[in-house]
């Protein structure tokens, strides 16, 4: 049974950091690709960040990039998101997910992932 679990989230002021981290089991964490999701009140889950299965490949929203870091420690199955400068406008639930294939690049959209974490409340205010 594969599970998810993220942690790291919280109350924090606009321009503070964080980093959220996703532990996972009950799967070979290192052969899969890793995604990173948010979604706010009202409206659709969209996509973050994500990493490929070697940690190799990152991708990234616009809307975080510049500002966000994701990265992967396959001995640990943990994949983290760091989150720096961070805005009124990034307070949302963040998600993790693990891509359903076995060695696949760093995807960004929902299908693509077929396991997902609980998540972790972000709230950065103004």
């Known amino acids: 049974q594969v599970q998810l679990v993220e942690s790291g989230g919280g109350l924090v002021q606009a321009g503070d950091s964080l980093r959220l981290s996703c532990v996972a089991s009950?799967?070979?964490?290192?052969?899969?690709?890793v995604g990173w999701f948010r979604q706010a009140p009202g409206k659709e889950r969209e996509f973050v960040a994500a990493i490929n299965w070697s940690g190799g490949s990152t991708r990234y929203a616009d809307s975080v990039k510049g500002r966000f870091t994701i990265s992967r420690e396959n001995a640990n199955n943990t994949v983290f998101l760091q989150m720096n400068s961070l805005k009124p406008e990034d307070t949302a639930v963040y998600y993790c997910?693990?891509?359903?294939?076995?060695?696949?690049?760093?995807?960004?959209?929902?299908?693509?992932?077929?396991?997902w974490g609980q998540g972790t409340q972000v709230t950065a205010s103004s």
């Open positions: 997910a693990l891509d359903s294939a076995p060695y696949s690049g760093a995807a960004v959209t929902t299908r693509a992932y077929e396991y």
């Open positions: 009950g799967r070979t964490f290192s052969r899969y690709a």
